[in-house]
């Protein structure tokens, strides 16, 4: 599932999100009814399917490719955040991988220990 967000005052693109699941067949009617509440999570745990175990990296995307660019309404070469999402399921299978670009401006990184 592609998504892109958009800033309402500027029209620019905040986010662009790429989420890729393995194929099930109880997800064809995803593509004809869309997903649940408009969510890839709730979608998935309607389905009974949840991740177990994750990892997430953040860094700079020093130069926003031109086609992403073009989607998000953007220039090309701006520098954006980068988030990269991978979950596994309980069997430590691939539940999910996730990439983000964001913008950096609106977006970032807070951690807490």
């Known amino acids: 599932m592609d998504r892109i967000r ?3 005052e500027t029209g620019q693109g905040l986010t662009l999100e790429r989420a890729r699941v393995p ?8 593509l004809t009814e869309g997903l649940d509440g408009g969510s890839l999570s709730r979608t998935l745990a309607a389905r009974g399917l949840s991740p177990a175990t994750g990892e997430e990296w953040a860094n700079v995307l020093c130069a926003l490719p031109a086609g992403d660019a073009a989607l998000m ?3 090309a070469g701006e520098p954006m955040l980068r988030l990269r999402r991978l979950t596994r ?3 430590g299978g691939l ?3 996730v990439e983000s670009v964001l913008d950096p401006e ?3 990184l807070h951690m807490e220990f």
Not at 23 to 30: G, I, K, L, S
């Open 95 to 97: 539940f999910e991988y």
């Open 6 to 8: 958009f800033r309402e």
């Open 89 to 91: 399921d309980g069997h």
């Open 106 to 108: 609106v977006f970032g």
């Open 73 to 75: 309404g953007r220039r």
């Open 23 to 30: 194929w099930r067949d109880d997800y064809e009617t995803v």
